[in-house]
């Protein structure tokens, strides 16, 4: 059965020549795999379509769908928001390859879920649309989704209990007020923190989230996030 949906694009494979398996998480059936066939060809349509199958790409899709189903099809796409700076801004390029391989150990669940979709819908927008003082969204978007996933911490103090002897640094009370700054401030709400602490503070974060979300190993895109942001 078609229905509609909004998506946005975790990440995608090669499938034979000319084809990809894409992962996409969805406004009504969360996270689904999709084959599309015929994007990886010389012709200048399939180049156009391969690109709405970027990594956090905001579409608009009619689906072919069927419970308990597996690899299933695309009938319509479009891109809902075209992205202006994401895909061509180097530090934001990195952000958003943190923030798929994050979403990507997360998103488990094959069941729509509109508040989480919203929250990362919006999210996307803001770090595409912002045009500085976005150093902390990495920290902020893992701290804001984790409310989402269910274990969001109160304060700071209970992050860095928790944690424990995972810590890789001991934390300082610099980093303890930060943390809680973080915790209850909106996107573009500016807290001053140094590199130092930020990179702390994210290790932490990352720790954090080990603790509650299964095989939730280390990050390839980490390093990169780190050179650019810390």
Same mark, same amino acid.
């Given at each position: 059965?078609l ?7 975790i990440?995608y ?23 599309e066939?015929?994007v ?15 990594? /956090?790409?905001? /579409? ?9 189903g597996s ?8 891109c809902?928001?075209? /992205?202006?700076? /994401?895909?061509?801004?180097?530090? +934001?390029?990195?952000i ?8 990507? +150990?997360?998103?488990?669940?094959e ?20 045009p ?5 969204f990495?920290?902020?978007f893992?701290?804001k ?11 700071a103090r ?5 944690i ?24 573009g ?7 130092m ?12 989230y080990q603790?509650?979300?299964e ?12 050179e650019?942001m810390?």
């Amino acid at each position: 059965m078609l229905h509609k949906t909004r998506g946005i694009v975790i990440n995608y494979i090669r499938y034979r020549e000319t084809s990809i398996i894409v992962k996409i998480y969805t406004e009504e059936f969360g996270i689904q795999t999709y084959i599309e066939n015929g994007v990886r060809s010389a012709n200048a349509r399939s180049k156009n379509k391969i690109a709405l199958f970027q990594p /956090l790409t905001l /579409l608009d899709l009619v689906v072919y769908h069927r419970d308990n189903g597996s690899i299933m099809r695309i009938s319509e796409v479009k891109c809902n928001t075209p /992205l202006q700076t /994401l895909p061509y801004q180097f530090v +934001k390029t990195g952000i958003a390859l943190f923030i798929t391989e994050v979403l990507s +150990k997360t998103m488990k669940e094959e069941a729509g879920n509109p508040e989480m979709f919203f929250f990362l819908f919006q999210s996307i927008l803001f770090l595409d649309t912002q045009p500085e003082g976005y150093e902390n969204f990495p920290i902020q978007f893992l701290l804001k989704l984790s409310q989402y996933l269910g274990f969001a911490p109160g304060q700071a103090r209970e992050l860095l209990e928790q944690i424990g002897e995972i810590r890789l640094t001991e934390s300082t009370e610099a980093e303890a007020a930060a943390l809680d700054a973080l915790i209850g401030r909106k996107y573009g709400e500016h807290v001053r923190i140094s590199g130092m602490v930020r990179r702390n503070l994210l290790e932490h974060v990352l720790r954090f989230y080990q603790l509650h979300v299964e095989n939730f190993n280390e990050l390839r895109s980490l390093p990169v996030l780190q050179e650019m942001m810390l």
